[in-house]
């Protein structure tokens, strides 16, 4: 049977020297392309074969995207002048960057300009957010860095600033992918610096290459007058996005350029606070902007200085270079929960910051907005190193919380006896008590913020009594029994008539909770 006879798309002589056989294509379905793509990868290793392709057909791409450029020049040529459309493979020859291949079809009379989408394969783009919609020749070719077909399409009369369906032009694709000559080329040929795409994540080619940290491209870009306080929708400037990510060179690249140190990031985060949340390289970045003159007592949106985020993320190196400086506020507390540093540091249980913030002259006897120090802070996370700097700094042993709390309740409740044992050696009140009226109405949260867990029926049930709990009563109801019983042997041998008081009250037998007591505790506590 004739070649010209059959009615095939495409005809293939394949592969094996030894065998030959031959593979009728009926339809362009998913398995014939799949294997067609099989079929160009493997040309340049095949000793035989032979291709005849129908000029109209959608497998042309596929050749100049799979097979190698002298394959795809070699088949080209022998369409001669048969009618085709040159524009429907342009794009893909140029992300193959086949030079000469986009020379013929240019020849052949195809639009440099045209858009054209090319299967995901091998060859898909690196950023996909950029290749979800038709792109030009030189946008693909700048994004694959091809500095001579870039060259070539420019002197064609392609359009420098040609945009994308998303808004990125050809120097966008060359800047987020780092082809430092590409960028110049383009620019160069007058490229236009300013132009932000219409997504979210694409801002100038300045922001672009400082968020991902391409040094040289960015001090071209400068040097060519780039707006360094341009970048995305006007919430985020390059110098921004560069501290966010870490990067300690670019970030002093654009400061020494004049950058802005002292804009907020949407309002809210100064630059200081984008450095020690980064969590990358924050000391020299802090360092750097500290010199730079911004104020490290300046409040994000919830009130916390750059000294709170250090204490809390545990950046140790921050928080000595912080309170080294002059004027810095050690004791400057949250708009909503009143907290310090210290309280934080307290909280995430670091002796080292802690004595570090106690050492720099930080007050350890502030209330939070619950009227707890940083002693009840460190004793509620059993941190008895903590609590032990704290309580050697002159810290309030017996202060009480917005319910009458002491640092001796929390260490009874969570049932640390080395911590109970400490505290009474360094005079606690065994006898302080936590009152507070159980009413109706009355919110729960008020008890759960110790974890005490009222029974649902408690209010319901209309107890108006006034409940008065010691530690001892709190280690009882929890059934700790090592810190209950050194309560009660240190009540014994400090307060010798609390003794004698409870013996001649009646307790329960069960827990040992004096009577006054067991009625509010046994509706309160599960």
């Given at each position: 049977?004739?070649?010209?006879?059959?009615?095939?798309?495409?005809?293939?002589?394949?592969?094996?020297?030894?065998?030959?056989s031959?593979?009728?294509?009926?339809?362009?379905?998913?398995?014939?392309?799949?294997?067609?793509?099989?079929?160009?990868?493997r040309?340049?290793?095949?000793?035989?074969?032979?291709?005849?392709?129908?000029?109209?057909?959608?497998?042309?791409?596929?050749?100049?995207?799979?097979?190698?450029?002298?394959?795809?020049?070699?088949?080209?040529?022998?369409?001669g002048?048969?009618?085709?459309?040159?524009?429907?493979?342009?794009?893909?020859?140029?992300?193959?960057?086949?030079?000469?291949?986009?020379?013929?079809?240019?020849?052949?009379?195809?639009?440099v300009?045209?858009?054209?989408?090319?299967?995901?394969?091998?060859?898909?783009?690196?950023?996909?957010?950029?290749?979800s919609?038709?792109?030009?020749?030189?946008?693909?070719?700048?994004?694959?860095?091809?500095?001579?077909?870039?060259?070539?399409?420019?002197?064609?009369?392609?359009?420098?600033?040609?945009?994308?369906?998303?808004?990125?032009?050809?120097?966008?694709?060359?800047?987020?992918?780092?082809?430092?000559?590409?960028?110049?080329?383009?620019?160069?040929?007058?490229?236009?610096?300013?132009?932000?795409?219409?997504?979210?994540?694409i801002?100038?080619?300045?922001?672009?290459?400082?968020?991902?940290?391409?040094?040289?491209?960015?001090?071209?870009?400068?040097?060519?007058?780039?707006?360094?306080?341009?970048?995305?929708?006007?919430?985020?400037?390059?110098?921004?996005?560069?501290?966010?990510?870490?990067?300690?060179?670019?970030?002093?690249?654009?400061?020494d350029?004049?950058?802005?140190?002292?804009?907020?990031?949407?309002?809210?985060?100064?630059?200081?606070?984008?450095?020690?949340?980064?969590?990358?390289?924050?000391?020299?970045?802090?360092?750097?902007?500290?010199?730079?003159?911004?104020?490290?007592?300046?409040?994000?949106?919830?009130?916390?200085?750059?000294?709170?985020?250090?204490?809390?993320?545990?950046?140790?190196?921050?928080?000595?270079?912080?309170?080294?400086?002059?004027?810095?506020?050690?004791?400057?507390?949250?708009?909503?929960?009143?907290?310090?540093?210290?309280?934080?540091?307290?909280?995430?249980?670091?002796?080292?910051?802690?004595?570090?913030?106690?050492?720099?002259?930080?007050?350890?006897?502030?209330c939070?907005?619950?009227?707890?120090?940083?002693?009840?802070?460190?004793?509620?996370?059993?941190?008895?190193?903590?609590?032990r700097?704290?309580?050697?700094?002159?810290?309030?042993?017996?202060?009480?919380?917005?319910?009458?709390?002491?640092?001796?309740?929390?260490?009874?409740?969570?049932?640390?006896?080395?911590?109970?044992?400490?505290?009474?050696d360094?005079?606690?009140?065994?006898?302080?008590?936590?009152?507070?009226?159980?009413?109706?109405g009355?919110?729960?949260?008020?008890?759960?913020?110790?974890?005490?867990?009222?029974?649902?029926?408690?209010?319901?049930?209309?107890?108006?009594?006034?409940?008065?709990?010691?530690?001892l009563?709190?280690?009882?109801?929890?059934?700790?029994?090592?810190?209950?019983?050194?309560?009660?042997?240190?009540?014994?041998?400090?307060?010798?008539?609390?003794?004698?008081?409870?013996?001649?009250?009646?307790?329960?037998?069960?827990?040992?909770?004096?009577?006054?007591?067991?009625?509010?505790?046994?509706?309160?506590?599960?």
């Amino acid at each position: 049977m004739a070649l010209e006879t059959v009615a095939t798309e495409i005809l293939l002589l394949i592969f094996n020297p030894y065998e030959l056989s031959f593979w009728p294509f009926n339809s362009v379905t998913r398995r014939n392309l799949i294997n067609w793509q099989l079929v160009c990868r493997r040309w340049n290793k095949v000793l035989s074969e032979r291709i005849i392709v129908n000029v109209n057909s959608k497998i042309l791409g596929e050749l100049v995207q799979y097979a190698t450029k002298d394959v795809v020049l070699r088949e080209l040529k022998k369409l001669g002048e048969s009618k085709f459309d040159p524009n429907s493979i342009f794009v893909t020859a140029a992300i193959r960057g086949y030079e000469d291949v986009v020379q013929l079809l240019i020849d052949k009379g195809a639009d440099v300009d045209a858009e054209g989408v090319v299967s995901r394969g091998r060859w898909r783009l690196r950023w996909r957010w950029r290749w979800s919609g038709p792109s030009t020749a030189i946008r693909v070719a700048s994004l694959y860095g091809h500095v001579q077909l870039v060259k070539q399409l420019l002197n064609a009369g392609a359009d420098v600033d040609k945009r994308g369906w998303d808004g990125a032009s050809p120097l966008h694709c060359a800047v987020c992918n780092g082809h430092t000559s590409v960028v110049r080329l383009l620019l160069e040929h007058g490229a236009d610096m300013t132009t932000n795409g219409l997504r979210r994540n694409i801002g100038t080619p300045l922001y672009d290459a400082a968020s991902r940290g391409y040094l040289g491209i960015v001090k071209l870009l400068l040097d060519r007058g780039a707006d360094i306080e341009i970048g995305v929708d006007q919430h985020e400037t390059p110098l921004q996005v560069a501290i966010r990510n870490g990067h300690k060179s670019m970030v002093k690249a654009l400061v020494d350029k004049g950058a802005n140190v002292k804009v907020k990031y949407w309002g809210r985060d100064t630059t200081l606070h984008l450095a020690i949340k980064c969590k990358k390289k924050v000391k020299g970045i802090v360092q750097l902007l500290l010199k730079k003159g911004v104020d490290a007592n300046e409040r994000d949106d919830r009130g916390w200085t750059a000294l709170h985020w250090a204490t809390s993320l545990g950046w140790k190196g921050v928080v000595r270079l912080l309170i080294r400086k002059e004027n810095v506020e050690k004791n400057c507390q949250a708009s909503w929960d009143r907290r310090t540093p210290l309280h934080l540091a307290a909280a995430e249980s670091n002796p080292t910051l802690v004595k570090l913030l106690v050492e720099s002259g930080a007050d350890v006897d502030i209330c939070d907005r619950m009227g707890w120090t940083a002693l009840h802070a460190a004793t509620d996370k059993c941190c008895k190193q903590t609590v032990r700097i704290l309580l050697r700094n002159s810290a309030k042993i017996n202060a009480k919380g917005a319910h009458g709390e002491t640092a001796l309740h929390i260490a009874a409740y969570h049932g640390h006896t080395a911590l109970v044992l400490l505290l009474l050696d360094y005079g606690a009140d065994i006898e302080a008590g936590m009152e507070a009226d159980i009413e109706a109405g009355m919110e729960e949260r008020a008890f759960k913020e110790l974890g005490f867990k009222l029974r649902k029926n408690a209010i319901r049930r209309g107890v108006k009594k006034q409940v008065k709990w010691t530690a001892l009563d709190i280690a009882n109801a929890k059934r700790y029994m090592g810190a209950t019983q050194l309560l009660r042997e240190k009540a014994g041998y400090v307060y010798p008539e609390i003794l004698s008081n409870r013996q001649h009250s009646s307790t329960s037998p069960e827990t040992g909770i004096m009577d006054e007591h067991l009625e509010g505790l046994e509706r309160l506590f599960i």
